[in-house]
Every structure is written in structure tokens, then in C-alpha cells.
């Protein structure tokens, strides 16, 4: 039976393929993988002998239909017309880049492609992976890809234009709110007698907590807001401060982030035009 490739073990590639195996979703003898680096294999290896280390990644496309690639968004390119040789009319591709559009991908590969956004909160088996997939995937195909994704976070299948918002509202978000996390539990330093520890964990335990009443009782930001903010009380005044100021600055946000994926979307653009 062919293997299932994974082509690149950095931050993101080591943490969705081991979030594969300790969930079961894939067995280590099912998979091989390559990476630039031969030495960051070592550990996965020692921990699991079954799986296959490709001398590289040509080799790994002659044993693979299923191939995931992990490596950074600049290197996607080189890396399909590397192996582009050894794939069968079968393949499938399947990129985690976010700024790389699909039609980039099938100017080089016009077989099956899926892109997905995977998210660090994965490590927890948590988050959110967007996927979308092009229209040679075929469902059964989309569903495994669906299925290993599911595994270790909730999956959103979306529309490909959606790609740039919906990777900052997941994918960048957990960096999103430590930043603004982080300024909250440093000003409240600045008011009080508390040091930065002790503050950092009031606050990280409350995100905790209030991440689960919003997930686990489904309760709705709003209900949650009146809960807390008494009529005329303390935190109606802080919550008014936060409506007044935060608008902007996540009109702001968006603006700079969508800005940076239209610059990188017109870099990719000429990367592969350039065939
Ligand atoms: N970080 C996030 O939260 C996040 C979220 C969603 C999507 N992404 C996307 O995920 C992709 C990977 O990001 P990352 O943070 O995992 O990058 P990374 O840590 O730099 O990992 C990339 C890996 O690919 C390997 N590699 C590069 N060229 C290769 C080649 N030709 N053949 C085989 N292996 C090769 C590198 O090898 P070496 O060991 O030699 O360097 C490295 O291990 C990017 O497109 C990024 O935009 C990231």
C-alpha cells in the first residue's frame, strides 16, 4: 500500500505529525517523511522505529499518492517542481501556506490539491484548521484529508477567499491574544503590588476559565459581558473604556495583516509566474 508523505519537520510539520501519531489518526508505519535537516528526524524516529526516513524527497514522492508539504511558503514551489518527476496522475497535494493560492500551486501541479491552515493550538488538540480543497479532490480523498486534520483540531472547510481573514481569526490568532494578554497582566502590574508571575497567572487562569464558560456552556460573549458587568458597576465602566478604544485598533489590525497578505500574495504571484 503507498505510504503517506509529509516533506518538511519544522515547527509545524513536527507538531501535526506527531499530533497524528499520539492521536492514533495515523499508524508509523503508514508514513514517511523528509526533511532538509536530517538530524531534527532523529527523536521522532527513536520514539517511533516504524517510520520511514526518506533519503529525500524524491524518493518519498516515488512511494506516496498522499503528499503533505510543510515546508516554508517560499520553498513550496521548488519543492513540487523537485519532485515533480516522480508524481503519479494520482497524487495529492496537500500545502499548509496561507498567501499561496491554489491556482499558484496547480501552475505548477495540475493534479489534487488541498491547502489547509493549521494552528499551533494543535499541540493541545485544540483550535481550528481551515481546509479547502480544489475541485480534482474527490470527496472520499477530502475526507481524509478532513478526517487526520479533525484529529487534532476542529475542522472549517471554507472558500478560498476567506483564507486571509479566516487565518487571522485562527492560525495568527493564539499570538493575537497572548499579545493582548500580555499588555493587560503588565498594566495591571503598573496598578498594584503584584509582580508580573503572579499576574501573568491570574490572568492566564481567567482566559482558561472564560474560554470554557464561552466552549463548554456555549454561552455567548454578550451573556457572558452582563454576567460580570452589574448595571453602574465597576466593570461596565472598564468594558465601556475597551468599546470606545479596541474597534480601531482591530480595524487596524486587519488592515496591516490583509495589507501584508496582498504584498506576499504579489510576491508568490511572481514566483510562479515566472515558469
Ligand atoms: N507557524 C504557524 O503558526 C503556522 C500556522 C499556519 C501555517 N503555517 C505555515 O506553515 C509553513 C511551515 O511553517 P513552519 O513554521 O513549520 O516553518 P519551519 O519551522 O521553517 O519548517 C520548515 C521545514 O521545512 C524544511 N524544508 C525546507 N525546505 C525543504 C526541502 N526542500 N526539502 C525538505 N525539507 C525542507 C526545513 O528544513 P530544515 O530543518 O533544514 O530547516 C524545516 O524543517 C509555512 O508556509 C507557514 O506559513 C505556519
Redesign the pocket.
Known amino acids: 500500500m503507498a505510504k503517506i508523505g509529509f516533506?518538511?519537520?519544522?515547527?509545524?510539520?513536527s507538531m501535526i505529525i506527531t499530533g497524528f501519531l499520539s492521536s492514533n489518526a495515523l499508524k508509523p508505519d503508514e508514513i514517511i517523511i523528509?526533511?532538509?535537516?536530517k538530524s531534527?528526524l532523529y527523536n521522532i524516529k527513536k520514539e517511533y522505529p516504524e517510520i520511514e526516513i526518506a533519503e529525500n524527497?524524491l524518493f518519498l514522492a516515488d512511494e506516496c499518492e498522499k503528499i503533505f508539504i510543510?515546508?516554508?511558503?517560499n520553498?513550496v514551489k521548488?519543492?513540487i517542481e523537485?519532485i515533480h518527476t516522480k508524481i503519479s496522475d494520482k497524487a495529492h497535494i496537500i500545502y499548509?501556506?496561507?498567501a499561496l493560492t491554489i491556482e499558484n500551486v496547480e501552475s505548477v501541479f495540475q493534479g489534487k490539491i488541498s491547502k489547509v491552515?493549521?494552528?499551533?493550538t494543535s499541540e493541545v488538540s485544540e483550535g481550528v484548521s481551515l481546509i479547502c480543497h480544489n475541485e480534482k479532490v474527490n470527496e472520499i480523498e477530502a475526507e481524509f484529508v478532513n478526517k487526520l486534520f479533525n484529529s487534532i483540531s476542529t475542522v472549517k472547510i471554507i472558500e478560498e477567499d476567506d483564507f486571509e481573514v479566516g487565518s487571522d481569526l485562527t492560525?495568527c490568532a493564539p499570538a493575537f491574544i497572548a499579545e493582548i494578554f500580555m499588555e493587560f497582566a503588565e498594566a495591571s502590574v503598573k496598578n498594584s503590588n503584584f509582580n508580573q508571575e503572579d499576574a501573568n497567572d491570574m490572568v492566564i487562569k481567567t482566559l482558561y476559565g472564560t474560554a470554557k464558560l464561552l466552549h463548554d456552556k456555549n454561552m455567548s460573549f454578550e451573556e457572558l459581558i452582563s454576567r460580570v458587568a452589574t448595571k453602574g458597576g465597576i466593570t461596565e465602566d472598564g468594558i465601556k473604556v475597551l468599546e470606545n478604544k479596541l474597534p480601531g485598533t482591530f480595524d487596524e489590525l486587519f488592515k496591516t495583516t490583509l495589507d501584508k497578505h496582498e504584498q506576499i500574495k504579489s510576491e508568490l504571484n511572481c514566483q510562479y509566474n515566472k515558469n
Open positions: 516533506i518538511g519537520y519544522g515547527s509545524m510539520g523528509s526533511n532538509r535537516t531534527k524527497n510543510f515546508v516554508g511558503t520553498a521548488e519543492v523537485d499548509i501556506a496561507a491552515i493549521p494552528n499551533l492560525s
